[in-house]
């Protein structure tokens, strides 16, 4: 028990020097650690951060941003800035439902395909089955294709979220594939089987724990894109319900729909402003996730981090002291072979 | 006659390469007794390490295929077992260091993690279950180690029953006492301060230290056999040196069957007890180390050994074969070596060249495929 808290004490320095390094890393990290708290108190206790529920209006219309309505309100008297925060875990969910499932599903299918990709055998017929269909699907228009088949299922979360998924799980085929296809030849491989490591254990042990670096920053950079795809989607009028469902292109598109932009432009402004911020949050700390997966720069960014603790006064009683004994080192042979005996 | 460990026999391989086919070791039989190091040399590209990656079935197949010959490994027949079920020979059975120590470990764990994957599979599979209070005896005798029929181990599961993992999984604590055993092999190779070493990355070890952890996790598995394919080559003189000296010392040690396989005639002369020649796929020569060095029965093998340099001698050019290795897709006819030969008389042209056979007057096992074996002394 007190060994794991220690490691897990390690971590969280670890992590801190690799941030402190990087400031762009640590701004989207802190980023998102608020919208992450944010949408946790959304969900349990709301109460906390507005006194308004979902979809329940004032009876200030069309209000400009002051004080008491941070974002403004809509001819409806609802209160932007508490939509745009009930808006935020739902956001979240469908954007990490639709990465998540795409990463776990697309991945599967791409350490498949990609390990067991020898011409002539089963795998290899897998393979080639799974990278035709998945090259049928890349080579519609993402965002085109996602439109259409929103169309058909019609409004709400689910179809969004399946709408958005069936174009979205290819681009993970494709990268997991690719890097399996790299790791997969390296020597280690080669020596994990000489070593009697089965084929199973080797996918799931050596050559997934070497996909995963680029694959986890991806997943990052690909939370912004899929929400800004989201809000594309509810743009056009294709989203979820707004205002039952606060969804943040929805409302976008509603108050657009609406003709209020040029008149009231805060009641679009709100929601914008909170996409923007965290797509942008994302996008930063993936950046600089790749610094901590990797055991290599890990140890660099956390090795300097620990060696500028030392103040330079101490370098130098170092150096000192080292000159020191070169001094008092022996300088004739006689006198040294003495010193050894 | 004691029973080799390993024995080749005519083992022929092709690679198939669109519609192209060419046979990158034809014909070869080498036997690799109990506690012998055999050595296999030749120029790049003679299909030594093919022929070395070939007895674990570790060549990728295709593009490589088995074209005929068997490999007889404790009395069963590796070419004709399914590959999926080749993971129960490795490992314990036969093991490989590789040349490449920079990349043969995996980046993204420590060194504790890697060596002890090693020595979990060794324990599955020679208990069959786990013994937890297992303490190792190092260095490992070999030699009492009780003999293993490879067919029965096909037999047994890979993947230990649920109870026996959990077992496992308790007895691999970073504290106890596996982490003793890989402390244990980690000395056994002569590593510094191995409890630092234990937490650290691949990437924050020296090209030597690699190779050492490399040949750690191959003893730690108890291999009946031990592939070593250029484990020296990647690595520069001075360290080549120091990992040279530890594996003749281990040699001694281990009391293990080594198959070495090597470009360098210094490293073949330092360690092998028998010398394989190879050119242009085929064994050309087999004998023990010193005769063939003495006396080699082969005009190929006269003139590698002509070509090696040598070390205080600074005037003239380095010796070289004249002529080029051969282009495997179209083999010169008869003996692959007679159009750079010497004594290359017009027998030598006619297929399908000579056999590898007993030479009069020389060791019970020196065998050479020269119809004129003892013309090869007079050659300057």
Redesign the interface.
Known sequence: MAERARRIGRSAILLWRVLRANPLTLVGFVIVVLIAGTAVIMVSVPHLLTSYGVDQGTVDYHQSPSWHHLFGTDGNGLDIFSMVLYGLPVDLAIAFAIAGVALLGGGALGLIAGFWDRPGTAGGIASVVIMRITDIFLSFPSLILALAIAVSLGRGVWQLVVAVLLTWWPFYVRLVRGETLAVKHLPYVMAARAAGVTEGRIVLRHVVRNVLEPVIVYFTLDIGTVLVTLSTIGYVGLGVNYPTTPEWGSMISYYQGAGLITSYPWTVLGPGLAIFITVLAFSLLGDGLRDVLDPRSRRVLAGNAGRSSTSPAEQEEAAEEVQQEVLELPTNVPAAQEALS | MTVPVVSVQNLSIDYVIGAGRFRAVSGVSLDVEPGHVVGVVGETGCGKSTLAQAI?R?L?E?PATIGEGRIIFQGIDLVQVPL?KM???????I??I?Q?PL???????RIYDQVA??IH?RRV?DKGNIVVDHRPAAPFDYSQRPKQDAGEALTRP??PSGAAAQVARKATG?HGELRDEVLEYLRLVRINDPETILNL?P??LSGGMRQRV?IA??LS?KPTLLIADEPTSALDVTIQAQVLTLMKELIDEVNTSILFISHDLGVIAETADELGVMYAGKLVEFGPVAELFSAPRHPYTKALLGAAPTRYKSEGTLASIAGSVPNLSRPPTGCRFHPRCSIARPKCRVPPGPPLLAVEGASENHRSACYFPSEVAAIP
Request: net charge neutral; proline share 14%.
């Open positions: 674990p570790l990728p295709p999926w993971p129960r020979i490795r490992g314990t059975g093991n490989m590789f490449e990349n043969s470990l995996n980046p993204a764990y994957e090693a599979i599979r890979i993947i970073r990355y990437h924050e490399m996790m191959a598995e």
